[in-house]
């Protein structure tokens, strides 16, 4: 626990790691404001809040796969999945069976809860920001 988070009631606490880089993010339940990215609350939210990169190339409306994600940790807090987001997953590669959008997957209550997010998603990934490759000649 940092500084910024030993103010915090454990009671309260949401913890959020995002392998594989490892980084983990924590805040108090219903305090975060909600970033316009996927649901309020979901996994892309939390990720646009605190500058961790989540390819999201729908925008967050579940029209997309890129913010495919495995819930390594703490599924029993998330919403279960609807209809929309089923039907979308079943457009997803290498779906497993602790597979969610992370648009659509929101946290519902404090607790701790670690993510994956798959190598095609991190390949453009370079220390929380997209990669601009150079152009070819
Ligand atoms: S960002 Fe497109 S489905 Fe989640």
Redesign the pocket.
């Known amino acids: 626990m940092d500084a910024k988070t030993k103010n915090i009631d454990p009671a309260k606490l949401v913890r959020v790691t995002f392998m594989p880089e490892g980084k983990t993010v924590e805040f108090e339940f219903g305090s975060l404001p909600w970033d316009h990215h ?1 649901k309020p609350m979901s996994f ?1 939210d939390v990720a646009e809040n605190f500058g961790v990169f989540l ?13 495919h994600l495995w819930v390594k940790s703490g599924s029993e807090g998330l919403s279960e999945p609807d209809d929309e987001e089923l039907d ?1 997953m079943e457009t997803a590669a290498d779906v497993q069976l602790n597979s969610r ?4 997957a929101v946290i519902k209550k404090p607790g701790t809860y670690v993510v994956e997010i798959p190598s095609w998603n991190r390949n453009y990934v370079s220390e929380g920001k997209p990669l601009i490759l150079a152009e070819k000649k």
């Open positions: 996927g892309l390819d999201h190339a729908c925008g967050g409306a579940c029209a997309c796969t890129t913010c979308r959008l992370g648009c659509q």
